[in-house]
């Protein structure tokens, strides 16, 4: 194996599934595929085909990469858990990468990166604050917006930074969420439990 760390940067938090493999600070490969459904099936087959086109193997990982959000819900439970999953078996960290900071990664500067959502709206993370959900109108008066959504550059930006990260990560992973999720919660009264 070479002496420089294989990283393994993958994201499925928008209609794509998207993994890049860097080795050394270079990106010896990328492959994205959209689709606006099936990532849960297709993510862990395009994660191995990535590793054999290369001859690698999950051993030869030094660390993994993964899309926390904001975006899609489904999508980002998706690549979390397998990015937890994977650390776990493997013995190796996980680093949780925000839509934010990949696309600030590939930002000109004193842009302000905003990342598409429903209904004419967008995510962003003000400089002071918290990430936010705004209608694109009230965004623009906070200044230059960037976004970027080819998911190969931003599968890139992800492994990039995780790369810089992995040494010192501590803490696995975990979904950014800024909005409360579409479906409703069940209005079915749970049974009573009775103590025997």
Same mark, same amino acid.
């Given at each position: 194996m070479p002496s420089e760390p294989l990283i393994l940067g993958f994201?499925?938090?928008?209609?794509?599934?998207? &993994? &890049?493999?860097?080795? !050394? !600070?270079?990106i010896i490969a990328s492959r994205t595929e959209e689709m606006s459904r099936g990532q849960a099936e297709r993510l862990m087959p395009l994660l191995e085909e990535l590793l054999a086109d290369h001859g690698a193997t999950w051993r030869d990982l030094s660390a993994i990469g993964v899309g926390v959000g904001p975006g899609n819900f489904t999508g980002i439970r998706i690549s979390v858990s397998a990015a937890r999953g994977l650390a776990l078996g493997l013995g190796i960290p996980a680093v949780g990468i925000t839509g934010f900071e990949a696309r600030a990664f590939t930002a000109?500067? !004193?842009?302000?990166?905003?990342?598409?959502?429903? @209904?004419?709206? %967008?995510? /962003?993370?003000? *400089?002071?604050? !918290? #990430? &936010? +959900?705004?209608?694109?109108? $009230? *965004?623009?008066?906070?200044?230059?917006?960037?976004?970027?959504?080819?998911?190969? /550059? +931003? %599968?890139?930006?992800?492994a990039r930074? =995780?790369?810089? @990260?992995?040494? $010192?990560?501590?803490?696995? #992973?975990? #979904? +950014?969420? %800024? @909005?409360? *999720? $579409?479906? =409703?919660?069940? @209005? $079915? %009264?749970? #049974? /009573?439990l009775l103590d025997g």
């Open positions: 994201d499925t938090s928008a209609a794509h599934c998207a &993994a &890049a493999l860097l080795r !050394g !600070g270079e000109p500067a !004193g842009h302000l990166p905003i990342i598409p959502a429903p @209904r004419e709206q %967008v995510y /962003v993370q003000p *400089a002071k604050g !918290g #990430p &936010a +959900l705004l209608p694109l109108a $009230d *965004a623009e008066s906070l200044g230059n917006l960037y976004t970027q959504n080819d998911p190969g /550059v +931003l %599968v890139e930006a992800i930074l =995780a790369a810089t @990260r992995w040494q $010192d990560t501590t803490q696995p #992973p975990a #979904p +950014l969420y %800024v @909005r409360p *999720a $579409d479906a =409703a919660p069940s @209005r $079915d %009264v749970p #049974p /009573v």
